[in-house]
């Protein structure tokens, strides 16, 4: 292992640390032996110690809660009031069906479950989310990116959620005869961008804000939310990808920056939802920090998650080999991804905005770009 490969796992770091990474490995729910096995093997070079040292994730920040898993990440706070309804709400199944406007049972002829097909004014709206989402963004600043939705199995591992033992298994798609990932979301064609690169410290922070469909195996993963379009295999999303100087006050700033704008977003839709802090064993593989946002689903009668803000702090710049100068001396940058959109933002404004006849009343903040105030049967 070179000098470059003990840097990209921060080796020395682990074996400086070893208590601090044995707990952070049992607060995530990993056994510690893979410590132990990093520490056995010293500085081999070994194929093997490269394969222990990558399943070793991100160190969580110090104030993130430990929990087992999703359920014992706490709420930190709820904004907006569940919509109170005189009849009994349909969900977005049953809403897309009466409206003519979601098409599951065609989706599943044409691709089988777990895909979903918009149409009529869900096409039109679906479409006026995302723009609308990142319109508001670009004009906050963030550069518009367009990114490839294939990428190389390498690039893909650079993002840190997978290892070179799994390349292109897991919740991903591969296409293996070419050497290509279908992206689970635009950060993984977004974030390697400036691998390799020395990113001038004055233009820090890169603010991007990209569009992609993201392509994922997650229903037959996770096994939960599977009524319905919360899981599907392709969705749409609007993403917040952001690089910052190498210091843990600035990106965790920027981090509740990000936070606010995705409340921003969901506010000016008028959607109840609540802010979550996630647990240690909730944490992605990267990440240092996470926060999700739920949101009011009245025909579940529940908070569904449609938005995350992580911090990844180096540990993706670290494998992509992505620097700032400070004081001269190359440091890892930090890299943040944030949801602006996605398909569950529609589905939930389907539930909520439900009259007694079954339309649906539109946010005012989107006439602008469906040309329609309200969706009624036809």
């Known amino acids: 292992m070179s000098f470059g490969d003990q840097e990209r796992f921060n080796l020395s770091f682990i074996r400086q640390h070893p208590d601090l990474v044995r707990t952070s490995l049992v607060n995530r729910q990993i056994d510690p032996v893979i410590l132990n096995r990093v520490i056995e093997l010293g500085d081999s070079g070994s194929e093997e110690l490269t394969f222990a040292a990558e399943e070793i994730p991100n160190i969580p920040a110090p104030d993130v809660p430990v929990g087992k898993d999703w359920t014992e990440s706490p709420i930190m706070k709820t904004v907006g009031i569940p919509p109170e309804f005189s009849f009994k709400p349909l969900d977005h199944v049953n809403l897309g069906e009466y409206l003519d406007i979601i098409d599951i049972k065609r989706a599943e002829q044409i691709s089988g479950p777990h895909f979903s097909l918009f149409k009529n004014e869900a096409a039109t709206l679906e479409m006026s989310l995302m723009f609308y989402a990142f319109t508001k963004l670009t004009r906050k600043g963030f550069k518009g990116m367009l990114p490839p939705a294939m990428i190389k199995d390498e690039t893909d591992w650079g993002c840190g959620y997978t290892n ?180 569950r933002v529609l589905l939930a404004l389907l539930e909520n905005n439900q009259q007694a006849d079954h339309s649906i009343k539109i946010p005012q903040v989107l006439w602008p770009y469906t040309g329609f105030e309200e969706i009624r049967k036809n």
Request: glycine letters at 6%; one cysteine or more.
């Open 164 to 343: 070179k033992k799994d390349v292109g298994g897991g919740n991903r798609y591969s296409l293996t005869d070419e050497g290509l990932v279908l992206v689970t979301s635009s950060e993984h064609s977004v974030i390697p961008i400036h691998a390799g690169e020395v990113v001038d410290q004055e233009k820090l922070p890169l603010k991007y804000v990209n569009y992609s469909a993201c392509f994922r195996r997650e229903p037959n993963i996770y096994g939960r939310d599977l009524h319905g379009l919360l899981r599907v295999h392709i969705f749409n999303k609007v993403e917040m990808n952001v690089f910052t100087a190498p210091d843990f006050e600035v990106s965790d700033e920027m981090c509740l920056e990000l936070l606010s704008v995705e409340e921003e977003l969901m506010q000016e839709l008028g959607l109840p939802y609540q802010v979550i802090k996630s647990c240690t064993g909730d944490l992605p593989h990267p990440n240092r920090r996470m926060y999700d946002i739920n949101t009011w689903f009245p025909g579940q009668e529940y908070y569904r998650e449609t938005h995350s803000c992580s911090n990844c702090g180096d540990y993706q710049s670290r494998r992509l080999n992505t620097t700032s100068l400070v004081d001269g001396k190359p440091e890892f940058v930090h890299t943040l991804n944030a949801t602006a959109m996605t398909d």
